[in-house]
């Protein structure tokens, strides 16, 4: 022991010069280091609370909660929820950053418990993570399921459907009764997922539910408040609450049905066709099970229904809200398709003003308000650094309504996009309902060509209006929110059959011949 304090104090005397020299050295730049180092920007966040964070800053319509909360903290800021960080991005410039620059970092999808369940682990398209399986059946749904070519495809089927809908409605209006659009659209919507997808409208047994009631239950389950998602420590309440009994009983119904249905399937031009003879030829780089088919299937009717129908009932809505736009779409409709009996898909491509009108009201009532994402890598953004597995949402309702971009961004104007080339196939940031880069939705040729047909028959055919002798311009515009943003309230309305257009003959009755003629659709 004294041997060693020994050497210890030799060894210190004959370098001690060294060490102290160079200590002197390094001492300057240790100081150059301490303060040029630039400090860590940290992420402008609201005051969060133990164990919720920012929960309740958050009401009972999240995108306009987080656009109020926006204008305080700036286009980029930091949200937590328990212990998950959530980036909320409310700028055009940040959105062409992500969606562009940084698309495959920003490619991930948040994973819920609904649709965990309801999508078979998230095997679907929309949620599936990111990496070879999602290519695959991103691949499946551009190239086999909603190209163009398979989207013509389909015309019949969307003029047969359109034919049913226009003779309810001309019942009612000879009737002198008022149509719950609302109700209307989401069958049509429903029903044309059925033809397309299953190749014929289908009910559940006992006819007591539609399969349509199914599928709207299963979207209300995706956009129902769960505790594990947002506050994964009283995750246990969901069970308590009945939450996860719901989707259970939900989830094993929708997988029966359609499981059922692809065991018994006979050949028909239709989407199951394709899955499964794509799954019998091992084409694809991924084997497809059955739950995997089920999971695209169920996405099919989640993202193609009530979106779909939704749109129509806002669009209709804002039209008869101001009677200039009806007048002047009105105006062109009829004026494109004349006195034939029947209004073509290339009549409608003709119709630059009721396409701007559908801009608008994608613009102003995006179903899809927030864009989820989750980021699969560490990233630095706007010069913050944000890490991987970080919750996403790219408040689309914000961006839309920037007064930067948009003149007078809270009236509805569809002129505004008359002369504009701005469009809504993800080229341009401002202007996103479908979302952007390579998660884009890949169901958007199909449900815009529904819609665009359905509304240019229903101005062509008929005439609107509020019942009661309401002011339209008085029409209830409320929101409700449940993962798509709906009006609250249904849309109802009165048809006048527009007599003179029908027939070219003034002053006739509704009668047989009459019937006939629109039949004929």
Wanted: with cysteine; hydrophobic share 40%.
């Amino acid at each position: 022991m004294e041997y060693s304090v020994i050497f210890a104090q030799k060894w210190w005397q004959q370098y001690y010069p060294f060490i102290f020299s160079v200590f002197l050295l390094l001492l300057p730049l240790v100081f150059l280091i301490k303060f040029t180092k630039k400090k860590k920007q940290t992420l402008p966040s609201p005051p969060k609370l133990p164990l919720i964070g920012n929960l309740h800053q958050i009401g009972i319509l999240p995108h306009r909660s987080l656009h109020a909360l926006s204008s305080k903290y700036g286009p980029l800021m930091l949200l937590h929820f328990d212990q998950a960080p959530t980036l909320v991005v409310s700028s055009v410039k940040l959105a062409q950053e992500i969606l562009k620059n940084h698309d495959v970092t920003f490619a991930g999808r948040p994973r819920t418990r609904a649709m965990d369940s309801i999508f078979y682990g998230c095997t679907d398209i929309a949620f599936s993570p990111y990496g070879e399986y999602w290519r695959q059946v991103k691949k499946i749904a551009v190239l086999e399921l909603l190209s163009q070519k398979r989207v013509q495809s389909y015309q019949s089927v969307r003029e047969e459907l359109v034919t049913d809908m226009l003779e309810k409605v001309r019942v009612s209006s000879a009737k002198g009764a008022t149509v719950d659009l609302s109700d209307m659209f989401h069958s049509l919507s429903n029903n044309m997922i059925c033809r397309t997808a299953l190749g014929r409208i289908y009910e559940r047994e006992g006819g007591d539910k539609s399969f349509g009631v199914l599928i709207k239950k299963t979207v209300e389950l995706i956009g129902t408040f769960c505790f594990k998602d947002m506050i994964p420590s009283l995750g246990w309440v969901d069970y308590l609450n009945g939450f996860v009994s719901t989707l259970k009983n939900n989830c094993d119904a929708l997988h029966d049905f359609l499981g059922q249905l692809i065991d018994e399937h006979k050949a028909m031009n239709n989407v199951v066709d394709i899955l499964l003879h794509l799954q019998k030829e091992g084409s694809i780089g991924i084997d497809l099970s059955k739950e995997n088919l089920i999971a695209i299937l169920v996405e099919l009717f989640v993202g193609g229904t009530d979106t779909t129908a939704i749109t129509m009932g806002w669009t209709m809505a804002e039209i008869i809200k101001n009677p200039s736009v009806m007048r002047r779409a009105q105006e062109e409709v009829r004026r494109i398709v004349g006195k034939k009996s029947k209004v073509t898909e290339a009549d409608v491509n003709q119709m630059v003003y009721l396409k701007s009108i559908l801009k608008e009201t994608l613009r102003l009532h995006s179903v899809a308000a927030m864009i989820s994402r989750e980021t699969c890598a560490a990233c630095k953004l706007d010069g913050y650094e944000i890490p991987a597995n970080t919750r996403v949402f790219i408040n689309a309702f914000t961006i839309q309504r920037d007064p930067e971009i948009w003149k007078n961004p809270e009236e509805f104007n569809p002129e505004r996009f008359s002369e504009s080339l701005v469009d809504f196939k993800g080229q341009h940031a401002q202007f996103i309902p479908f979302g952007g880069g390579r998660r884009i939705c890949p169901g958007l040729a199909f449900a815009v060509v529904e819609v665009e047909l359905v509304l240019a028959n229903l101005l062509y055919w008929f005439d609107w209006k509020v019942p009661n002798g309401e002011n339209a311009e008085d029409l209830d515009m409320d929101e409700l929110y449940a993962l798509i943003v709906r009006k609250q309230t249904p849309l109802v309305l009165v048809p006048k059959l527009y007599f003179s257009m029908v027939t070219g003959r003034e002053g006739i009755q509704i009668n047989n011949t009459k019937f006939k003629l629109i039949k004929s659709i």
